[in-house]
C-alpha cells in the first residue's frame, strides 16, 4: 500500500476526485483518492515506489483538472425503464458464461446482435462503405508504429505459440496434458513459448490505415469492418458490459481534412438517429481513451480539448450507465504514424464510428425485457424482426 | 542434424515414405525420408536426442503403414480448369497480405465467402439447427480437458497480457514504444506478460460440448458455429491454403448414438451435394489429424481404423490439392472428457461438419476465375449471387 498527498488551495470537487480514480485505475490498483487535510490523497495497493506513484498522479491531476464533459446530444424517452437483463438472458440459455469476460451468445441475443448489425451496414452503405475484414490477429509493427503498446500496456494482448523444437513441444504436451490441474501457462522459459509475433486485436480500424503505408496516392474513402476485438480486462462481476473479447462494427473515413470533417458530421447525425430510433435513454459526450498513466496520459487533454472523441453513452438500469459506442477524429495521427499521403502530398486525416455489438445488444434487452414479441413496433421494425 | 534408420524387410512404398515425412513433420523440421542401404532413413534439423527420434520414428512407421485412403466420394467434372487465383485476387486488392499467414479481405472474396456461408446456414437450417457464437478466446481448462495441449502442442496458441502491477506495464511501455524496432514480444520475464488464462480457439465447436459438461439430461440436439480458429502454423510460400487465422462454419451433432451417426449420413450426402453443386474437382477421404509424435500418435491408428474422419479434399489447380472440409466423428470422447451424459445415464456422442472458409473461397477462385460475372448460372444460382 502506498499512498501519496497532494496539497490543493482547495478540495476537488466530486466529479475531478471520481476522474483522477478512473484515471489513476487504468495503472494501478486503487484503494481511494480522497479530499484530506494534507490535500487531495490517493492510495493504492501496488507495491511501486512513492516517487514513481507521486509522478503520476501530480498527471492525474493536471489531465483531470481539464476534462470538460461536453455534451452534444441528449436523449430522454418519456415512457423509459430499464432493468438488468443479464440473469434472465442467462437463464434462457441466450447467454452462457465461458469464463472471466468471455461469454457464448445464441438465441434472441444472438437474433438481436445481428439485426443490429444489419441495421449498421445499412448506415455504412449510405456512406458508400467498402466492407472488410481483418483476422484478429495482427503482426506486431501494426500497433507498434502507432505507440499502441506504448499508450495501452493495460490492455494489449499478444498470441504465443510453443517453440518449434520437439524438446520444447514435448514439454509444453506433457505439463498441460489432461489431468495437469493448469489453468494458466506461464510466460517463462520452461513452458517453451516462441516469442509472439502477433498481437490480439484491440480495434477493427488499424488495419485499414496500415495497408495504406507508404502510399502516395491515397484518395477519399469509406471503409467498414465488424470483428472481434479484445482488452485485457474482465468484469469483476462478471457482468456483460465488460469483455475481454466482443465484436465490433465501425464505419472509417479517410481522406482530405474537409472530407473526414463532413463525414463526422454525417456520422453524428447517424449516431443520434440511430440512438432515437432503438429508444435509448443515452447521451452522446466527449470523452478520452484510457491511456496510460506515463506520457501518453497527456493526450488525454488533447482528445477533450480538441473533442477527438465522443461517447454515446446508455443508461442500462438505475444509474448504471455504459459506452455503446463512440466517434473518433484521429486528425493526420495514422497518415503520420504509417507514413502515407495524397497525391499533392498532404496527410490524410481519418476518424471512425463505433459501435460495441453485444454492449448495444445488452442495452436493448435492459430496456425492453427478453421478448422480442413484446418489443415496441418501431424498433421491431428498424431492426427488420417482423 | 540427427540420422536414424530402420531395417526393413523390404521397401517402403512411395506413399508411405511421403506418409512417414508428413507425420514426422509435425513435430520436427525433416530434411529428408528415404529407403537407403540400412533400411528406412530419417533425417530432421532438429537439435533431438537420437533416441528421442529413434523412439518417434518407429512409432510414426507404424501408424504410416496403416493408414488406408478409403475414397467414399469422388467428382471429376468434364469440363474441369483451374489455376492459382491468389495473384490475381492480390492484384485486385479483395486479398491483402498482412503478415505470415494472415491476410485482410475484400472485395469479390469477401462476397462469395459471405454467400458460401448463406448457402451452409441452410444446410444447418435443414437439420434444424440451433445458432450459437463463442469468443476467440477459451479458458485454459476447455481445451486441457480434451487434451489438446498433449495432442496438439504444435497448433496451439495462447493469449497473454501484461501483469497488473504499475512497474511491468511502464517497462512493457517503454521497450514496445514506437521506434523501438519491436517485431515480437518474448514470452520472458523481461516483458511482465502475466500467465496465459485462455488460449485462441483452434476450433469452432468444442465449447458446445463444454457447456454440456456436468449435465445428466443431455438430448439429441444439432449446433451450428461460425467463428475465428487458430494454428501456430502459417504457409511458407504466403500461399492463401495454410493461414494462422481463418474463419470456420460447423454444424455440430450431440446425442445417442444412432441419433449422431445417422445425422453423419445425412451430413456426408449434403457434403456430396455440395461439391456437386460448386462443381467442384474432389474427393471425399478417410484422413486423420495431425497429432503430435508421442503417444497422441497411436490416435492415428484409431481414426482411419474407424473411419473417424472424412475430408473434403479439392484440386485447386495442376496437382495442389487440399482439404476445405472434415465431417468427424467423436464417438463419446467429449462427453467422457466433460462428463455428461443423456436422462438414461449413457454417453452421448457427438460429430461435426466443418467447412474451412477462406480455403473453400480460394478454391472457387481458382475453379472460376476473378470475374463472378462469368462464373457457370448454376454456381451463380446457388450462391444467390444472381
Known amino acids: 500500500m502506498v499512498q501519496v498527498s497532494v496539497s490543493m488551495a482547495r478540495p476537488l470537487d466530486d466529479m475531478t476526485l471520481e476522474d483522477v480514480a478512473r484515471i489513476l485505475g487504468r495503472s494501478f490498483a486503487v484503494e481511494g483518492v480522497?479530499?484530506?487535510?494534507?490535500?487531495?490523497?490517493?492510495?493504492?495497493?501496488?507495491?511501486?515506489s512513492y516517487d514513481h506513484l507521486?509522478?503520476?498522479?501530480?498527471?492525474?491531476?493536471?489531465?483531470?483538472?481539464?476534462?470538460?464533459?461536453?455534451?452534444?446530444?441528449?436523449?430522454?424517452?418519456?415512457?423509459?425503464?430499464?432493468?438488468?437483463?443479464?440473469?434472465?438472458?442467462?437463464?434462457?440459455?441466450d447467454v452462457q458464461r465461458?469464463?472471466?469476460?468471455?461469454?457464448?451468445?445464441?438465441?434472441?441475443?444472438?437474433?438481436?446482435?445481428?439485426?443490429?448489425?444489419?441495421?449498421?451496414?445499412?448506415?455504412?452503405?449510405?456512406?458508400?462503405?467498402?466492407?472488410l475484414a481483418y483476422p484478429p490477429l495482427w503482426p506486431i509493427p501494426v500497433l507498434r508504429d502507432i505507440n499502441y503498446f506504448h499508450?495501452?500496456?493495460q490492455l494489449a494482448m499478444v498470441a504465443a505459440g510453443v517453440e518449434t523444437d520437439f524438446t520444447s513441444r514435448s514439454r509444453f504436451s506433457e505439463a498441460h496434458r489432461r489431468g495437469s490441474g493448469s489453468t494458466a501457462i506461464a510466460c517463462t522459459a520452461e513452458n517453451g513459448l516462441a516469442p509472439a509475433v502477433n498481437a490480439l486485436a484491440p480495434t477493427v480500424c488499424d488495419c485499414c490505415?496500415?495497408?495504406?503505408?507508404?502510399?502516395?496516392?491515397?484518395?477519399?474513402?469509406?471503409?467498414?469492418?465488424?470483428?472481434?476485438?479484445?482488452?485485457?480486462?474482465?468484469?469483476?462481476?462478471?457482468?456483460?458490459d465488460r469483455l475481454s473479447a466482443f465484436t465490433m462494427r465501425e464505419i472509417v473515413t479517410v481522406g482530405t481534412e474537409a472530407?473526414?470533417?463532413?463525414?463526422?458530421?454525417?456520422?453524428?447525425?447517424?449516431?443520434?438517429?440511430?440512438?432515437?430510433?432503438?429508444?435509448?435513454?443515452?447521451?452522446?459526450?466527449?470523452?478520452?481513451?484510457?491511456?496510460?498513466?506515463?506520457?501518453?496520459?497527456q493526450k488525454n487533454l488533447l482528445q477533450t480539448a480538441a473533442q477527438l472523441k465522443y461517447e454515446l453513452r446508455v443508461v442500462l438500469f438505475g444509474n448504471r450507465e455504459i459506452a455503446v459506442g463512440s466517434l473518433n477524429l484521429h486528425?493526420?495521427?495514422?497518415?503520420k504514424s504509417y507514413d502515407y499521403t495524397?497525391?499533392?502530398?498532404?496527410?490524410?486525416?481519418?476518424?471512425c464510428f463505433a459501435i460495441g455489438c453485444e454492449r448495444l445488444t445488452y442495452a436493448l434487452f435492459c430496456r425492453y425485457g427478453l421478448d422480442l414479441e413484446q418489443w415496441p413496433q418501431p424498433v421491431r421494425s428498424v431492426l427488420r424482426l417482423g
Open 331 to 335: 486528425n493526420d495521427y495514422f497518415s
Open 98 to 131: 465461458l469464463g472471466p469476460g468471455l461469454f457464448a451468445f445464441g438465441g434472441s441475443f444472438l437474433t438481436v446482435r445481428g439485426a443490429l448489425d444489419t441495421l449498421l451496414l445499412g448506415i455504412a452503405a449510405r456512406h458508400g462503405a467498402k466492407e
Open 54 to 93: 507521486r509522478q503520476a498522479v501530480v498527471k492525474v491531476l493536471r489531465v483531470a483538472r481539464h476534462l470538460t464533459e461536453e455534451c452534444v446530444f441528449s436523449h430522454e424517452p418519456t415512457d423509459w425503464q430499464g432493468s438488468d437483463a443479464q440473469l434472465a438472458l442467462e437463464a434462457a440459455g
Open 342 to 351: 495524397t497525391r499533392d502530398g498532404a496527410r490524410p486525416f481519418s476518424g
Open 34 to 48: 480522497v479530499n484530506g487535510p494534507d490535500g487531495m490523497t490517493a492510495t493504492v495497493r501496488d507495491d511501486v
Open 151 to 153: 499508450d495501452f500496456p
Open 259 to 297: 472530407f473526414v470533417l463532413a463525414r463526422r458530421q454525417v456520422l453524428l447525425e447517424d449516431m443520434k438517429q440511430l440512438a432515437q430510433l432503438l429508444g435509448l435513454r443515452c447521451t452522446i459526450e466527449a470523452a478520452d481513451d484510457p491511456f496510460f498513466c506515463n506520457d501518453a496520459l
Open 209 to 240: 490505415y496500415w495497408l495504406l503505408r507508404d502510399r502516395r496516392d491515397v484518395a477519399d474513402q469509406v471503409f467498414t469492418i465488424h470483428g472481434h476485438v479484445f482488452r485485457n480486462e474482465a468484469s469483476d462481476e462478471g457482468s456483460l
